[in-house]
């Protein structure tokens, strides 16, 4: 009896041990979907809030070509970002993905042989596609001769919108303290600001909590102050950041705090949240990018607002804003349908679905030819490309340690805990061990 | 070579072995095919036994041996998470373990966590032990309140998080309102911007969320205790107080041992309350170990950092749970 009991735990554990190899091994084997006769193409992006429109010209594409387009849609972008890059270390990369972070990552793709250079495609045909992008759009997705990053110099990746970061005005909010146009210069805005503090009205809102924005903002102003070549010379190491005219930037922050320029909790705030209350008629000024269009649209389709420049502090310089391409998708070399996903990228950026994106998602076209019956607000947000610049085709970068360092310190200026000069130090001193990492590697 | 054939053996030497040398001769043949069976059978059992715990040998490597390995090797090199890695050419031997003993964000943060632990372990488990112990007598609806004292653990920690950032608002938070309309408008303040209420904010709804875990492990403590011990110690004539003292204390002492090492493994992970309330701001005020390490490896791109900033942590976590059962085991025997 012992025995046969012995037996069967025998047989049950070999059953047992047989059942798990398999599915094992079946899971690790390749997936069913490949033996689909249909030529299709898989794309992933983290756009979740277009899946409608991406779904709706999936849906066109196939009926005029026959191809299926796949569009997984990951949201939130962290989790897309550890997403994109397992695929990555793994080989199972889609056909077409696209790349969230800075301009080392996108280089660290490349120079991986993971993305499709696209230069030749582009210039095809005496640049027929290349032609009707705008420029902007496809500077972000360069790489130059002699960049920084030492990748092939080329085109790696096709944006299908622009979007830049402007400053929004609430008309109805100025109005009400009497200022029926925008302020021009810092002045101006400080000027504004005390009126409407005086009526218990807030000023700027900005999801500053995400620090990113708290980096733009700061470097608008930086080129304001001192110039792109100073700027630039700064990330180069040329150019100290106890310089006085980024004491001169920082010292915007302190100001601000000072006068109660800014709205409550800002330094926390998610952008959604500045998104909210700027639709709420609760602040009279936002710092956002263009998609707000349509965030604002869905929040409040009855707000009187316009877009401007940030008030120039110097007329020694122009005032820059960040801006460029805004989605931009890359091909994977290793896939096996390369030609698919470029004529399916060809036919993204071609007019008549630019036009349809653009009036589904509220967005700017990546095409010049559809910047038509766009929103009067989206058309002082595409005036504004000409004065767009972005970290990403300054050629070279700065180390995220002295941009963590920058921002969370003006985060620290706007509480109350340091001072221009205090920042100014502690970030040359980031600076400078940054550096010197950097001649040890 | 079997007792039994051994003893035989050992006669035939000696000379004192009385029966034919062939008997012996079969005895010890016999012996040597029982050794062989024995053998055999033995070498199959420990096979068998082996097998049985094959797959969670399998498992245990794949998941944790595998992956903790990996971070360790990982940790030794610079690497972005993104190119292909090749061991030889990122490593650089201890130098992340050399900046993160030099980082003074890490330690700090490292103290925000220990900050928040420190208060989840004394008022957390003080009110879970105290709501036990109400529970624990014969109440009128006490299931009731079993349910309602374990809801917010079983919340989303996002939704949780969102919630109380939408309570504490300074624009037009519900805190800020109630503390106007009751007359204290001095209080009013911008409670998860200002440095000096971010992280307190932020530690009271972790003990909030976090309370309902200790209520069920100490009430379920509570309730393995016999009755006949207080029944005794009444007849004694002990006061609450006493028998609190004498019965429930001794006795809960491997639960709040328990409590105590969950305690402070959980909250010093805490990090998706911190993500959703304060994303680690304003400055680094609400900065704790594990959004470090998420900030090293998602925006930094420094994988190799945050696997030694996880390294590290771990061998925090684990002193820190080996100090907790050393003391436990010497406050047992005293």
Request: charged share 20%; with cysteine.
């Amino acid at each position: 009896m012992e025995q046969r009991n012995s037996r069967f735990c025998l047989f049950f554990m070999l059953s047992l041990f047989i059942i798990f190899l398999s599915v094992f091994l079946v899971s690790c084997g390749p997936n069913a979907q490949n033996k689909e006769q249909v030529k299709s193409i898989k794309v992933w992006h983290w756009m979740s809030d277009r899946e409608n429109a991406f779904l709706e010209l999936a849906k066109r594409y196939e009926k005029e070509t026959g191809v299926r387009v796949n569009f997984e849609l990951y949201a939130p972008s962290d989790t897309y970002t550890q997403k994109v890059r397992a695929a990555a270390q793994t080989n199972t990369l889609p056909d077409i993905f696209g790349i969230l972070g800075e301009k080392r990552d996108f280089a660290s793709f490349v120079k991986s042989g993971y993305v499709y250079d696209l230069t030749e495609e582009i210039n095809k045909d005496q640049g027929s596609w290349k032609n009707k992008l705008f420029a902007k759009a496809l500077g972000v997705n360069e790489f130059e001769q002699g960049n920084s990053f030492e990748v092939k110099p080329g085109i790696y990746g096709i944006s299908i919108d622009v979007t830049n970061i402007q400053m929004l005005y609430n008309k109805d909010l100025l109005q009400a303290v009497g200022v029926d146009n925008p302020p021009k210069t810092w002045r101006e805005l400080v000027e504004v600001n005390k009126k409407l503090k005086a009526k218990g009205i807030q000023g700027l809102v900005s999801g500053w909590g995400e620090t990113w924005m708290i980096d733009c903002f700061a470097s608008n102003y930086a080129f304001n102050i001192m110039g792109k070549d100073k700027v630039l010379d700064t990330i180069r190491g040329k150019v100290s950041y106890a310089d006085p005219e980024w004491v001169e930037v920082f010292d915007l922050f302190r100001e601000m705090r000072d006068e109660g320029m800014l709205a409550s909790g800002v330094v926390t705030m998610v952008n959604k949240t500045a998104e909210q209350l700027f639709a709420n008629n609760r602040a009279a000024f936002a710092f956002n990018g263009s998609w707000c269009v349509n965030v604002y649209k869905g929040m409040n389709p009855d707000l009187n607002y316009g877009a401007m420049l940030p008030p120039k502090v110097s007329d020694r310089y122009p005032m820059t804003i960040w801006g460029g391409a805004g989605s931009s998708f890359m091909v994977n070399t290793k896939s096996k349908e390369t030609q698919l996903a470029v004529d399916f990228l060809k036919w993204m950026t071609d007019t008549p679905q630019q036009v349809f994106l653009s009036k589904e998602t509220q967005g700017l076209p990546s095409n010049k030819d559809s910047l038509r019956d766009i929103p009067m607000v989206l058309s002082q947000f595409a005036s504004a490309m000409d004065n767009t610049t972005h970290p990403n085709v300054w050629g070279v970068s700065e180390s995220p340690l002295v941009i963590e360092t920058f921002d969370k310190g003006i985060q620290s200026i706007i509480i109350g805990e340091k001072t221009p000069e205090q920042l100014a130090r502690e970030v040359q001193k980031v600076k400078e061990r940054e550096m010197a990492k950097k001649t040890v590697n | 070579m079997t007792k039994s054939a051994e003893a035989i053996f050992m006669r035939l030497l000696r000379g004192v072995y009385t029966e034919p040398f062939a008997a012996a001769q079969d005895k010890l043949r016999e012996c040597a095919r029982n050794d062989v069976k024995n053998l055999v059978m033995k070498t199959k059992t420990i096979l068998q036994n082996y097998l049985f715990v094959l797959p969670a040998v399998l498992i245990f490597s794949i998941f944790y041996i595998y992956p903790f390995y990996k971070v360790f090797t990982l940790s030794l090199c610079q690497w972005d998470g993104i190119a292909r890695f090749d061991f030889a050419k990122n490593f650089i031997g201890l130098r992340n373990f050399i900046e993160l003993f030099q980082d003074k964000i890490w330690w700090s943060a490292m103290l925000q966590a220990g900050y928040i632990t420190l208060i989840a372990l004394t008022f957390q488990n003080a009110l879970a032990l105290m709501l036990a112990l109400a529970c624990d007598r014969d109440i009128k609806g006490g299931n009731i309140y079993r349910v309602i004292f374990y809801l917010p653990p079983v919340l989303s920690e996002v939704v949780v998080g969102l919630v109380w950032k939408w309570i504490y608002d300074g624009n037009y938070g519900l805190l800020n309102y109630w503390l106007a309309s009751i007359g204290l408008s001095n209080l009013v303040t911008d409670w998860l911007s200002n440095p000096n209420t971010a992280l307190t904010c932020v530690t009271i709804i972790h003990c909030w969320k976090g309370f309902g875990w200790g209520f069920i492990i100490f009430l379920a403590g509570l309730q393995t205790i016999p009755r006949q011990l207080y029944e005794a110690a009444k007849v004694d004539g002990a006061s609450s107080w006493q028998m609190f003292k004498s019965v429930t204390l001794p006795l809960m002492a491997p639960v709040f041992i328990l409590v105590s090492i969950l305690t402070v493994l959980g909250t010093m992970q805490v990090f998706v309350l911190i993500l959703s309330m304060t994303g680690g701001g304003p400055g680094y005020h609400t900065e704790v170990p594990v959004t470090r390490i998420l900030a090293s490896m998602v925006r930094s791109s420094r994988f190799g950092y945050a696997c030694s900033q996880g390294i590290m942590f771990g061998a925090v976590l684990l002193a820190v749970s080996f100090v907790q059962i050393r003391l436990s085991k010497y406050m047992k025997q005293a």
